[in-house]
C-alpha cells in the first residue's frame, strides 16, 4: 500500500530549487545584497544628519563656502533656545528682603530658607563678610540662591549708590565686589536777604541746613555769624543738585557763593588742586581758610562779650571776663578752632569739663563749661575737629561755651583777634593756570544767576 502525503516544498538557506532557472537567481541574489545594503549601511546623508554639530565653530573660508555655516544656523531652533533660557532661569531664584529692626543676619539666612551651614561659609571668605554680622534696619540683601537651597550670590544694597556683591566662584569660596552708581551732578543756583537771621533766609531760599552750615563755613574767617549779620545781608550761591534715574537724592559741595555783610560782599570758589584735595578760594587764588576760624561754634547767640571789667554773675563782683560766651543748647558740638595739639583736658570745679589747645608757640585757645570731652590731652587736633559739646558744668547759669584765645600768654578778644591773623596759603603760582581755568567758569556762572536775582531783590524791595 502505497503512502500517498503531499509532498512540502522545504528551501535550505543559501540553496536555490533546482528548477529555479540561473538568470532569474542571479537578478534576486544581486537584488537582495542591495536591499541589505539600503538598510543597514547609511547614505552620506543620514550620516549628516545623525553627527552632534560642534559648539561654537569657527568655520574656515573653506567651510563656510561648503555650508557649514548654514547647517550652524539651524543647530538651535527658536523653541530650543525659549527651553533654554527658561531651564537657566529656572536653576536659580532670586529674594529681596529688608533688614527690619532686631534683625540678625541669622533672621534673614532663615527667611531666605538658606542653611546656616551657608551662612558660616559666606562669613568666613574674608574681613569684607564679617561686616555683614552689622546689618542696619533698612539695609536689603538680594538672595540668589539654587533650586536645592545652595547660595550663589549674596547682594548688600547700602544705599541707592552702593552694593556689596558677594558670588561663589569656582572653587565654591565667596569674593566680593563694591558697586558703586555715579549719579547725575547739576548745578543749582539759590539766592536770598536777610531779615531775622541766616538760618531762616536760607531756609526760605530753599537751601538744607546742611548747606547753610556749609556756607558760613567758607566765611567762617572772614564773618562771624553770631556778631556781624545785620538786616539786609544777602547771598548767592551755586551749588551742585544729585540726580539718580530722575529723581532728586541730594546735594554736592557749593561751587561758588557771595556774601555782602554790612556792605561789604566776600566771594569765595571751590578749587579741587592737582592732588586731588578741595578747598575754597577768593577769585584771586587768596585762601578763604584763615590759621582760626571765627567761632568755636556753629551759628549762635552770644550771651557775654570779652570784658575786662564784667560784673560776674555768680559772684556778683567786677571780675575779668577774658573770653567770649557762646549760648547754646546743651550737646551743641564745639570746634577746635585751629590745628594745633591739646595740652590740658579735665575737670575743675570753676570751669568744669574744659580742653585747652595749642597752637604753634604763640597761641593757646580755651573751651569751657563743656558737658562732654571728646579729645585727651597730647593728641593732635584738626580745625573743625569737634573736641566736645556745649553744657554747664562748673560755675555757669545755663548751658553755654565759655570761649578764650591767647597770643604770648596773653587775653586777647576772641571776636577781633582772628581778623589780624594771616591766611592759609594760597594757590601756587604753578598752579595759577589751572586754577584759572577751572574756577572762572563757575564764577561767570554764578555772575550770570545774580543779574536777574539781584534785579528781582530790588524790585521786591
Same mark, same amino acid.
Given at each position: ?5 503531499? =509532498?512540502?516544498?522545504r528551501v535550505r538557506i543559501g540553496a536555490l530549487p533546482k528548477h529555479f ?15 541589505? +545594503? ?52 529656572? /536653576? ?13 543676619? %541669622? ?58 556683591? @558677594? ?15 555715579? =549719579? ?13 537771621? +541766616? @538760618? ?11 548747606? !547753610? ?9 572772614? !564773618? ?23 529723581? #532728586? !537724592?541730594?546735594?554736592?559741595?557749593? +561751587? ?11 566771594? /569765595?570758589?571751590?578749587?579741587?588742586? %592737582? %592732588?586731588?584735595?578741595a578747598n575754597y578760594f577768593t577769585p584771586e587764588g587768596k585762601s578763604m581758610?584763615? /590759621? @582760626? ?33 557762646? &549760648? /547754646? ?29 595749642? *597752637? ?8 569751657? *563749661? ?12 584738626k580745625q573743625r575737629q569737634v573736641i566736645g559739646t556745649v553744657g554747664s558744668?562748673?560755675? &555757669?547759669?545755663?548751658? $553755654? +561755651? $565759655? ?24 594757590? =601756587? ?6 586754577? #584759572? ?25
Amino acid at each position: 500500500m502505497q503512502n500517498h502525503r503531499k =509532498p512540502t516544498s522545504r528551501v535550505r538557506i543559501g540553496a536555490l530549487p533546482k528548477h529555479f532557472p540561473r538568470v532569474h537567481a542571479l537578478t534576486a541574489s544581486a537584488a537582495a545584497c542591495v536591499l541589505v +545594503l539600503a538598510i543597514f549601511i547609511p547614505t552620506p546623508e543620514v550620516e549628516a544628519k545623525r553627527m552632534p554639530l560642534p559648539v561654537n565653530l569657527s568655520p574656515t573660508t573653506e567651510e563656510t563656502e561648503t555650508g557649514v555655516e548654514q547647517v550652524q544656523a539651524e543647530e538651535i531652533s527658536p523653541n530650543q533656545g525659549i527651553a533654554l533660557a527658561s531651564a537657566a532661569t529656572e /536653576a536659580f531664584k532670586s529674594l529681596n528682603l529688608t533688614v527690619r529692626n532686631g534683625d540678625t543676619l %541669622s533672621d534673614l539666612f532663615k527667611r531666605a530658607k538658606v542653611s546656616a551651614g551657608e551662612m558660616y561659609q559666606l562669613l568666613g571668605s574674608g574681613k569684607e563678610a564679617k561686616k555683614l554680622a552689622r546689618l542696619n534696619p533698612g539695609e536689603e540683601l538680594t538672595f540668589t540662591v539654587t533650586t536645592d537651597g545652595k547660595l550663589q550670590s549674596l547682594a548688600l544694597q547700602k544705599d541707592r549708590l552702593s552694593q556689596v556683591r @558677594f558670588t561663589r566662584d569656582t572653587e565654591s569660596k565667596f569674593q566680593h565686589d563694591l558697586v558703586q552708581r555715579e =549719579p547725575d551732578s547739576h548745578p543749582a543756583y539759590r539766592q536770598g536777604q536777610i531779615d531775622s537771621s +541766616l @538760618f531762616v533766609a536760607g531756609s526760605d531760599a530753599g537751601l538744607s541746613d546742611s548747606l !547753610i552750615m556749609e556756607m558760613a563755613d567758607v566765611f567762617s574767617s572772614d !564773618i562771624d555769624f553770631a556778631l556781624d549779620i545785620r538786616k539786609g545781608d544777602s547771598f548767592s550761591v551755586m551749588f551742585e543738585e544729585k540726580f539718580l534715574d530722575g529723581e #532728586k !537724592i541730594g546735594n554736592g559741595p557749593i +561751587l561758588a557763593v557771595s556774601f555782602t555783610n554790612q556792605g561789604h560782599t566776600y566771594s /569765595a570758589v571751590r578749587y579741587v588742586d %592737582s %592732588s586731588g584735595d578741595a578747598n575754597y578760594f577768593t577769585p584771586e587764588g587768596k585762601s578763604m581758610r584763615k /590759621a @582760626f576760624i571765627r567761632t568755636p561754634l556753629d551759628i549762635v547767640r552770644i550771651s557775654s562779650h570779652f570784658n575786662p571789667r564784667r560784673l560776674h554773675p555768680v559772684f556778683k563782683s567786677r571780675r575779668p571776663h577774658n573770653g567770649t560766651d557762646y &549760648a /547754646a543748647p546743651r550737646g551743641t558740638p564745639v570746634y577746635s578752632t585751629g590745628d594745633g595739639r591739646v595740652i590740658a583736658s579735665g575737670y575743675s570745679k570753676p570751669n568744669g569739663n574744659y580742653v585747652f589747645v595749642q *597752637h604753634g608757640e604763640r597761641y593757646v585757645t580755651r573751651y569751657l *563749661h563743656l558737658t562732654k570731652r571728646n579729645v585727651k590731652k597730647g593728641q593732635r587736633v584738626k580745625q573743625r575737629q569737634v573736641i566736645g559739646t556745649v553744657g554747664s558744668t562748673g560755675y &555757669a547759669t545755663g548751658p $553755654h +561755651l $565759655h570761649y578764650e584765645f591767647l597770643v604770648d600768654g596773653r587775653h586777647r578778644n576772641p571776636a577781633t583777634i582772628v581778623r589780624k591773623l594771616p591766611k592759609a596759603k594760597s594757590v =601756587p603760582s604753578a598752579e595759577m593756570t589751572r586754577f #584759572k581755568n577751572q574756577t572762572q567758569p563757575l564764577l561767570a556762572k554764578l555772575e550770570n544767576y545774580q543779574g536777574p536775582a539781584l534785579a528781582k531783590l530790588d524790585d521786591d524791595n
